[in-house]
């Protein structure tokens, strides 16, 4: 899907195991050798393991934790030290694919929670660092898109949500695309729930 992305629109593809820090930030190195600088930074990567409590096992948490959180982490770290020596080229974005599991809950889940809970914290902080950088932080929380085309929608999955339909990616990249806009830079350290209204919705049991 990658390489299909890229060849469509003109951009490289690299793939890298996010939880390698040294392949991830020698992909980040190769990027600034390329082009200088990076504006905008998109940390959307994620995986999720969900077990019940009792069968998962310490490792597996680990491993979300490390694709899910860490590599925020590595990637933002990577920019503000390129910004420290090189001084402040330009305007800086970044932004982190949170969830709206970071406010609530299924069982067994808790590698995933934990880790988009980490992000929501990790994005606030990053925006107090790295404000020296001129780079703003914000997060995207989003709730049920559709990006399977295996899963099969029902009338009832539309209803549920306030705003009468489930989400589609495009309602994230435009959110996207309106906190990296260069001018938009009074928005810093938020987190942006986008479910439909559903993190809105008093659901009791019927």
Known sequence: MGEKTAK???????CVDVTDKSALEECMATLFNEWGDIDVIVNNVG???????TEISVE???HVIATNLRSAFITSRFLARHRKENGNIGYGRIVNLCSSRY???????????????????????LAISLAPYHITVNAIAPGWIHVRE??????????????GRVGEPEDIARACLFLCNEQNDF???????I??????KMIYPE
């Open 187 to 193: 928005v810093n350290g938020q987190t942006i729930t």
């Open 103 to 125: 406010l609530m809950s299924e069982a067994g889940t808790e590698g995933y929670s934990a880790s988009k809970g980490g992000i929501y914290s990790l994005t606030h902080a």
């Open 8 to 14: 469509e629109t003109g951009a490289a593809f690299v």
């Open 47 to 53: 995986i999720g393991i969900f077990k019940d409590i």
């Open 60 to 62: 597996e948490f680990d």
């Open 195 to 200: 479910d439909g209204g559903v993190t809105r």
């Open 150 to 163: 295996d899963e099969e929608l029902r009338p009832l999955d539309h209803e549920f949500h306030p705003s």
